[in-house]
């Protein structure tokens, strides 16, 4: 019930396309579900992060989808950029809980 | 603030030695938290800490490693003896509850134990 499960496992898609990463839950003590980005030899930074009260939220070209009744919530990178090439996770946390549960992750690559 | 400082950047060790990673959280921030990261089981949660002190170390692998937070400033990540499969990126984070769960990431320890 702890899990976070994350797909595809990896992505290709090409410059100015959409870039699409779901993620599932199975445990409805989950309220916050933030999304983070990480670059080779870096470490996981927060990218965009939503609670379930809302059911989008937008920064920029990033956008969560949140779907309460269905457990699941997703990434969508608008307009995908070369420079979106990296390893995005979702994660989830309960109330009052630090503790983030991380998904498997999803290697993206924006071909130019 | 300068973030999660990490050290080392890189460590490569013998099998059998004792390896120590350090950490420095963000200034203020009273959660500590110790992640590995392997190609096969991707981001774990080894141990977290709050105020100092160890809140849940089921991640820990085994007896071999051990975690301390000295103080809200410092904490270290000891393996004795390593072994070959320990080898793997060790990433810190810190936060801060009234931020919420948003875990700020160090640049991570890539251990090599040979």
Redesign the interface.
Same mark, same amino acid.
């Given at each position: 019930q702890q899990q976070v499960k994350q797909s595809p496992q990896s992505l290709i898609v090409q410059k100015g396309g959409i870039s699409i990463i779901n993620c599932a839950y199975e445990n409805t003590a989950f309220d916050y579900f933030p999304w983070y980005q990480q670059f080779p030899g870096k470490g996981p930074a927060l990218l965009i992060a939503i609670r379930p009260d809302v059911s989008e939220k937008k920064e920029g070209r990033f956008t969560i989808s949140f779907n309460k009744s269905a457990k699941q919530f997703s990434l969508h990178i608008m307009d995908s950029q070369p420079g979106d090439s990296a390893t995005y996770f979702c994660a989830a946390s309960r109330a009052g809980f630090q503790k983030l549960v991380f998904g498997t992750g999803t290697r993206l690559l924006v071909s130019p | 603030d300068a973030g999660?400082i990490q050290s080392p950047r890189h460590e490569v060790t013998e099998m059998g030695q004792e390896v120590t990673l350090r950490c420095k959280p963000i200034s203020g921030h009273d +959660?500590l /938290?110790w992640y590995r990261q392997t190609m096969m089981r %991707? $981001?774990e949660?080894l141990i +977290?800490f709050?105020n100092n002190v160890p809140i849940?170390d089921s991640g820990m692998p085994e007896d071999r490693f051990s975690a301390k937070m000295p103080n809200a400033s410092f904490s270290t990540l000891k393996i004795q003896p390593s072994e070959p499969r320990d080898s793997a990126v060790y /990433?810190c =984070?810190s936060?801060f $509850?009234q931020g %919420? =769960?948003?875990? /700020? /990431? %160090?640049? %991570?320890t890539r251990l090599t134990v040979v």
């Open positions: - | 999660v +959660y /938290f %991707g $981001l949660l +977290y709050n849940d /990433f =984070a936060s $509850l %919420g =769960a948003e875990a /700020f /990431f %160090g640049q %991570g």
